[in-house]
């Protein structure tokens, strides 16, 4: 047996100029708004992503032709202060259908000043095996997390 490495998390943070509960809603049931057209695992081009509001709620998205992709569970569902969600996501950009080889994604909503501090941590790269290094390293890329967390501040307003 292979021993597992731990592989760092991607930490990133980003302040908003909203209150947590707004904040938490624009990341979640508002993602639509912000996630890029071009961040998606489908086969055709992507018409939408969904978070669903709940514990064990889907993270999928809509393709023009139809179909539905899940990219990722809700693991933790606790508004307006925390989500962590399942990356369902494989280094190879497929969907990953055992949930004991996702990486993990906890977004905190924390108050600060008149508004929010988003912490963003993806974590247990190991997770994804012999990829979670690079998944590790796309993730943490300028057009990872934190050019994502820059469209979200965008979408918040």
């Not at 990133?12 to 695992?41: C, K, L, M, Q, Y």
């Not at 202060?81 to 969907?95: D, E, S």
């Not at 993806?122 to 050019?147: K, Q």
Request: proline share 8%.
């Amino acid at each position: 047996m292979t021993p597992t490495v731990a592989v760092p998390p991607v930490r990133s943070t980003i302040v908003v100029n909203a209150p947590p509960a707004r904040a938490f809603e624009v990341f979640t049931t508002g993602i639509d708004r912000w996630w890029p057209r071009s961040h998606h695992i489908g086969k055709t081009d992507m018409k939408a992503t969904v978070v669903e509001p709940k514990l064990g709620g889907r993270c999928y998205s809509t393709h023009v032709d139809g179909s539905e992709v899940t990219w990722g569970t809700v693991r933790a569902w606790e508004p307006p202060r925390r989500l962590v969600l399942a990356w369902q996501i494989t280094p190879t950009y497929q969907c990953e259908t055992d949930p004991a080889k996702a990486s993990e994604v906890e977004v905190r909503f924390v108050p600060e000043g008149g508004g929010t501090r988003v912490e963003l941590e993806h974590r247990h790269f190991e997770r994804h095996g012999e990829g979670g290094a690079a998944m590790a390293a796309s993730v943490g890329a300028p057009n990872g997390w934190t050019g994502l967390l820059g469209l979200f501040k965008t979408a918040v307003g």
